[in-house]
Each structure stands twice: as structure tokens, then as C-alpha cells.
Nanobody
Framework: QVQLVESGGGLVQAGGSLRLSCAASGRTFSRYTMGWFRQAPGKEREFVAALATFTSKYADSVKGRFTISRDNGKNTVYLQMNNLKPEDTAVYYC?????????????????WGQGTQVTVSS
């Protein structure tokens, strides 16, 4: 099973940028759909973005501001977050789903990182 470790969270002012990274173990990284999810206090975990080989999908709330990418040679997936807003404040989780489809539901993702905190101040 893939193991995931996120990094890159922090505190940023509204309008600023952050890039999250997620390093994966295992030799079959390219066969997984990689996703980013987030969970704010008192709220359910929600989908942010997903990336199969070349196809990506984004939540409406982040379209045009966030970009998901992956480097299969480095077993790493990234989330570039620009024009951050206070409502983006949450713990961000990287996740992996076996197979290649950006339409997978959340319960298809069977490997999760420990999460990284992103805080956007107004």
C-alpha cells in the first residue's frame, strides 16, 4: 500500500500562495489517482482536487486558483494554491486511490497522509 507524507503548509495572508507537496512510497505511484482533500474545524472532509495521468478535476471553490500536478519520477504530487482566501483555512490531506479516474468517490481513496495545516489570515 502507498504511504503518503505531506509538507508545505503554513500561515499566509489572504491573496498569498502556498505549495503543498505529498511524497509517496512504493513503486506503483503512476497507477494511482492522487487527490487533495481538506477539513476545516467543525466541517466534513471535502474534495479539493484530483489528478489521474493527465486528467484533473477541481472543486468549484478552488477552480482557477489551485493547480494539482505530479512528478511520477519523484513519486510526488503537488498542490499549488494561489490567491488564497480565509475560507481556504483547513487541514489539507493527500490521498491515493488505486486506478486512474478523477471521478472516484472519497471512499475509493485507501491511503491518506497525516495532514498539513493551512491558515489564511484576512
Amino acid at each position: 500500500q502507498v504511504q503518503l507524507v505531506e509538507s508545505g503548509g503554513g500561515l499566509v495572508q489572504a491573496g498569498g500562495s502556498l505549495r503543498l507537496s505529498c511524497a509517496a512510497s512504493g513503486r506503483t505511484f503512476s497507477r494511482y489517482t492522487m487527490g487533495w482533500f481538506r477539513q476545516a474545524p467543525g466541517k466534513e472532509r471535502e474534495f479539493v482536487a484530483a489528478l489521474a495521468t493527465f486528467t484533473s478535476k477541481y472543486a468549484d471553490s478552488v477552480k482557477g486558483r489551485f493547480t494539482i500536478s505530479r512528478d511520477n519520477g519523484k513519486n510526488t504530487v503537488y498542490l499549488q494554491m494561489n490567491n488564497l482566501k480565509p475560507e481556504d483555512t483547513a487541514v489539507y490531506y493527500c490521498a491515493a486511490a488505486p486506478g486512474l479516474s478523477v471521478a472516484f468517490p472519497i471512499d475509493k481513496y485507501d491511503a491518506w497522509g497525516q495532514g498539513t495545516q493551512v491558515t489564511v489570515s484576512s
